[in-house]
T-cell receptor
Framework: EDKVVQSPLSLVVHEGDTVTLNCSYEVTNFRSLLWYKQEKKAPTFLFMLTSSGIEKKSGRLSSILDKKELFSILNITATQTGDSAIYLC?????????????FGKGTKLSVKP | NAGVTQTPKFQVLKTGQSMTLQCAQDMNHNSMYWYRQDPGMGLRLIYYSASEGTTDKGEVPNGYNVSRLNKREFSLRLESAAPSQTSVYFCASLVDRGFTEAFFGQGTRLTVV
């Protein structure tokens, strides 16, 4: 059975801290790994990763994929209160019996002033 | 450009009542999905439709039915609501851009009392 596991499930930090969120997976027919940020409402897309070792960056956020060890990390440097959200990892599979996207349970990040 | 529109945004039902959640997308996507999100559980797939005229069960289909009315609309029906169906429901429209990109509606917060 395809599965995606995120850790930690929740995290509390102070502004200025650097955080690392983890996503490991066991799937057949891997196609891509995606990160989403969810604030009050709908998830919004952050990154898409398909190749090992290539870092994707957007401002203070970055992500990298390791297809040999089957995991990805999402780094946030110099955190701000606006980074408080649930961060969802999803793995896209081809021909899956449960649709294309398998989501992890998410990491709830709280950034304190 | 509305994207994915879900209605209603909020709903309170009594146990045993029925209701239909509506979802429409204006991006001409083939795939549409219904998820539920419970605290600490991430997004769990209820049903999905890979194309007009087809629907398939996801991870948690019990107690739900769906209708892909046309390419734009995908509705989710609760025939006899139960307290266990209290959740936030998200509709998503998916498109293949070399990876599966998901566009989410704003969610429906459903409470069954």
């Amino acid at each position: 059975e395809d599965k995606v596991v995120q850790s930690p499930l929740s995290l509390v930090v102070h502004e200025g801290d650097t955080v690392t969120l983890n996503c490991s997976y066991e799937v057949t027919n891997f196609r891509s790994l995606l990160w989403y940020k969810q604030e009050k409402k709908a998830p919004t897309f952050l990154f898409m990763l398909t190749s090992s070792g290539i870092e994707k960056k957007s401002g203070r956020l970055s992500s990298i994929l390791d297809k040999k060890e089957l995991f990805s990390i999402l780094n946030i440097t110099a955190t701000q209160t606006g980074d408080s959200a649930i961060y969802l990892c999803a793995v896209e599979v081809l021909g899956g019996s449960q649709g294309n996207l398998i989501f992890g349970k998410g990491t709830k990040l709280s950034v304190k002033p | 450009n509305a994207g994915v529109t879900q209605t209603p945004k909020f709903q309170v039902l009594k146990t045993g009542q029925s209701m239909t959640l509506q979802c429409a997308q204006d991006m001409n996507h083939n795939s549409m999905y219904w998820y539920r999100q419970d605290p600490g559980m991430g997004l769990r797939l209820i049903y999905y439709s890979a194309s007009e005229g087809t629907t398939d069960k996801g991870e948690v289909p019990n107690g739900y039915n769906v209708s892909r009315l046309n390419k734009r609309e995908f509705s989710l029906r609760l025939e006899s609501a139960a307290p266990s169906q209290t959740s936030v429901y998200f509709c998503a429209s998916l498109v293949d851009r070399g990876f599966t990109e998901a566009f989410f509606g704003q969610g429906t917060r459903l409470t069954v009392v």
